[in-house]
C-alpha cells in the first residue's frame, strides 16, 4: 500500500502554461511550462528572450508560490531562440541546471567549428541545388550569423539528454525532423508529454536541413515522418506543444500532417515528370514567390522531400557541371 501510494504521491505534478502571444506570421503563441512537483520547480523551454516574455513567466511563478530562484531545472525541447529564449536571463539570477539534447549543443553554444562547418555544408548545398543568386545572399548572412555568434552563445554548462533518459519524472524521448535535437518529454504515467514543434495544432511544421556534427546532411522529412508516428504510437491523451493550443486527438491530427507530407511528394513527382529537374526551379515552381521571400525555409522543404522521395526510390539525381537535377524514378 505504502509504495503504491508513494508512486502515486511522485506522479503527481501541476502544469502552468505560459502563453506568450507571438509576433510570427503564423504562430499565435509561443508556449513553455512550469512544472510543479513536490520538493522540485522547472520549466519546460524557455519562451523568448523579451521583457513582456520575462514578466509572464514571473506572474506564473508567483501563482505557484514560487519565484526564480526556486527554479531546480530547465528542460529543452530544442534549441530554437522561440525555446530557450530567457535562458540566459535566468541564469544570470540563478544557476540552474539546463537540459538538452546532445545536437543542441554546438547550436545553443555556437561553437565556432561547428558554424564553420555548417556555413561551408550551406554553401555547397545551394550551390549543388542551383540557387544561384539567391544562394550567395543568403550565404551572406550565414557570415554574418557567423560573425556576431560570440554574442549570442550560451555562457553555461548543458547536461546532455538523449533516448530513455529519466529527467525530472519525465522520460525522454527522441523526436527529430523539425531540428536534430528535438525531444519529447513524456510522464510517467505515459498520459502527458510535452513535445516542442513536432507537430502543432493549426500550423503545419517544417523539417529544416541541417548538417549532422560531420557534415552530412540529415534526412529531415522521414525523420520527421517517423516521429510523427512515435507521437501518434505514444498512446498519451494530450501533447502540451511549443506553439498554439493542446492536442487532445493526436493520430488524427498526424495521419492529417503524414498525408499532407503526401501530396507534396506527388505534386514534386508532377513537377519533376513535367521536366523540371533543378531544385532551386522546382522550388520557384511549387513556391513561386516565396522562394525570394522565404528562401532558407522553401528551399530546405524541397530539398527535405526530394531526399525522401529518393529514400523510397521515386527519384533519381545526376550531377552535371556542379548541379542536382533530379528525375523519376
Ligand atoms: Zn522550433
Redesign the pocket.
Given at each position: 500500500m505504502g509504495t503504491l501510494a508513494e508512486a502515486i504521491r511522485q506522479q503527481a505534478y501541476t502544469i502552468y502554461p505560459i502563453i506568450q502571444p507571438a509576433d510570427y506570421p503564423s504562430l499565435k503563441t509561443i508556449n513553455f511550462y512550469l512544472i510543479q512537483r513536490e520538493g522540485g520547480l522547472a520549466l519546460i523551454d524557455a519562451g523568448v528572450d523579451s521583457d513582456s516574455c520575462m514578466g509572464r513567466l514571473e506572474d506564473t511563478l508567483k501563482q505557484a508560490g514560487a519565484d526564480i530562484r526556486d527554479l531546480d531545472a530547465i528542460l529543452l525541447t530544442?534549441h530554437?531562440e522561440?525555446?530557450a529564449g530567457l535562458v540566459p536571463r535566468l541564469l544570470e539570477i540563478k544557476d540552474i541546471p539546463v537540459y538538452a539534447h546532445r545536437d543542441a549543443v554546438p547550436r545553443l553554444k555556437m561553437d565556432r567549428n561547428f558554424l564553420e562547418m555548417r556555413l561551408e555544408f550551406f554553401m555547397r548545398l545551394y550551390r549543388e541545388m542551383g540557387c544561384g543568386e539567391m544562394g550567395a545572399e543568403r550565404f551572406a548572412r550565414l557570415e554574418q550569423t557567423l560573425r556576431k555568434a560570440p554574442q549570442h552563445a550560451l555562457q553555461a554548462e548543458i547536461n546532455e539528454i538523449g533516448e530513455g533518459d529519466q529527467i525530472f519524472g519525465f522520460e525522454v524521448i527522441e523526436t527529430p525532423g523539425?531540428?536534430p535535437d528535438s525531444i519529447t518529454f513524456l510522464d510517467a504515467a505515459g498520459r502527458t508529454a510535452f513535445t516542442?514543434?513536432v507537430l502543432i495544432s493549426g500550423s503545419s511544421v517544417n523539417a529544416i536541413i541541417d548538417p549532422t556534427p560531420n557534415g552530412s546532411r540529415l534526412p529531415s522529412v522521414s525523420q520527421q515522418r517517423r516521429s510523427l508516428e512515435r507521437l501518434a504510437g505514444l498512446g498519451a491523451d494530450i501533447l502540451y506543444t511549443?506553439h498554439h493550443e493542446p492536442i487532445r486527438i493526436i493520430t488524427g491530427l498526424v495521419s492529417d500532417r503524414i498525408s499532407r507530407m503526401e501530396r507534396k511528394c506527388e505534386k514534386l513527382l508532377k513537377l519533376i515528370g513535367s521536366g523540371i529537374s533543378v531544385p532551386a526551379r522546382i522550388t520557384e515552381a511549387y513556391y513561386r514567390d516565396l522562394y525570394r521571400t522565404q528562401f532558407p525555409l522553401v528551399m530546405s522543404e524541397i530539398i527535405g522531400h526530394l531526399d525522401y522521395l529518393e529514400e523510397q526510390g521515386k527519384v533519381t539525381k545526376t550531377m552535371s557541371d556542379g548541379v542536382w537535377h533530379y528525375q523519376n524514378a
Open positions: 530544442h530554437h522561440d525555446h523539425h531540428s516542442g514543434d511549443g
